[in-house]
């Protein structure tokens, strides 16, 4: 069974830019959610979506948005990129939002200069 | 109050010991209890998870203790290996009736087991 999939796997912006990310769950799995890992915040909660509806988010600035798609998969965009949002961003998917185990993807690494 | 903090920051052990790391929260809607364990360049991965009607979960050199009444649980990793070496986090959720919560997550702990 394949793991979660994220793509790319590293990304460099330029401040101002835009970015969009991308995430396909495990195969059965509903529910996706994202995190922000940096050395100084740690791993931060972005937000959840199931059945194409974010149920849930975190607190972050509007320009962190997301979606999902009817196959489940998933994108993050984040847009007027600044320096301080060069981080790993996760991808985690669990089968549906009433279940505790959530999968990691390996992430993408987002360097903005 | 949704925090999860943990230590130690890094942990050195020679091969064989029995690291632990620990975790307090304050929080006590929280009832999963998950530990993680993520290598250079990969996502972090399920290790173990405990909920708070149990005070001790074992799976292969890996325990999770419990403490309900001191907000506090700990992971120890049995006769360690230098394959261990890796940074390990904590994590904590709330069930809001059946619907889980996000996981909200310790700042880590980079053990090093030495040879």
Not at chain 2, 54 to 66: L, M, Y
Not at chain 2, 71 to 92: E, N, R, V, W
Request: net charge positive; proline share 5%.
């Amino acid at each position: 069974k394949a793991g979660v999939t994220q793509t790319p796997r590293y990304l460099i912006k330029t401040r101002g830019q835009q970015v969009t990310l991308s995430c396909s769950p495990i195969s059965g799995h509903r529910s996706v959610s994202w995190y922000q890992q940096t050395p100084g915040q740690g791993l931060q909660f972005l937000f959840e979506y199931f059945s194409e509806t974010q149920r849930n988010k975190g607190n972050f600035p509007g320009r962190f948005s997301g979606r999902q798609f009817s196959n489940s998969r998933s994108e993050m965009n984040v847009s007027t990129l600044e320096l301080g949002d060069s981080a790993l961003y996760l991808c985690a998917s669990s089968r549906d939002y009433t279940n505790t185990e959530a999968f990691f993807g390996q992430g993408t690494r987002l360097t903005v200069v | 109050q949704q925090q999860v903090k943990q230590s130690p920051q890094s942990l050195i052990v020679q091969k064989g010991g029995i690291p632990i790391i620990n975790c307090a929260y304050e929080n006590t809607a929280f009832d999963y209890f998950p530990w993680y364990q993520q290598f250079p360049g990969k996502g972090p991965a399920l290790l173990i998870a405990i909920r708070p009607d149990v005070s001790e979960k074992k799976e292969g050199r890996f325990t999770i203790s419990f403490n309900k009444s001191a907000k506090q649980f700990s992971l120890h990793i049995m006769d360690s290996q230098p394959g261990d070496s890796a940074t390990y986090f904590c994590a904590a959720s709330i069930d809001y009736g059946g619907s889980q919560g996000n996981l909200i997550f310790g700042k880590g702990t980079k053990l090093s087991v030495k040879p």
